[in-house]
Nanobody, 120 residues
Framework: QVQLVESGGGLVQPGGSLRLSCTAS????????AAWYRQAPAKQRELVAA???????KHAASVKGRFTISRDNAKNTVYLQMNTLTPEDTAVYYC??????????????WGQGTQVTVSS
């Protein structure tokens, strides 16, 4: 069983930056796909960035060039660095981890969600 603990959300002004972290318990972290999703009020959950176990990372068009997904396997942690934030980035952000060697996302495990609010 994998449990995920997210941190790093909060209130930030437009143009600011935040880094979200998601730490996983359980084994096999380095061979699990990882991703970040977000859900804004009255909108469907959407993929923000993904790090599959094969192939390159992917970022949604709306965040490309501003957000970066990364991971530290030694710390069982996946990150989302968010720069040049805009009010349209306001949402609850969810970490997502798949089963070991899984090829598809979203995976089975979700974090509790962390609120990101971009406002002046």
């Amino acid at each position: 069983q994998v449990q995920l603990v997210e941190s790093g959300g909060g209130l930030v002004q437009p143009g600011g930056s935040l880094r979200l972290s998601c730490t996983a318990s359980g084994g096999g972290f380095s061979v699990r796909p990882a991703a970040w999703y977000r859900q804004a009020p009255a909108k469907q959950r959407e993929l923000v960035a993904a790090m599959p176990i094969a192939g390159s990372t992917k970022h949604a068009a709306s965040v490309k060039g501003r957000f970066t997904i990364s991971r530290d396997n030694a710390k069982n942690t996946v990150y989302l660095q968010m720069n040049t934030l805009t009010p349209e980035d306001t949402a609850v952000y969810y970490c997502n981890i798949g089963d070991s060697f899984a090829l598809d996302l979203p995976g089975r495990y979700w974090g509790q969600g962390t609120q990101v609010t971009v406002s002046s």
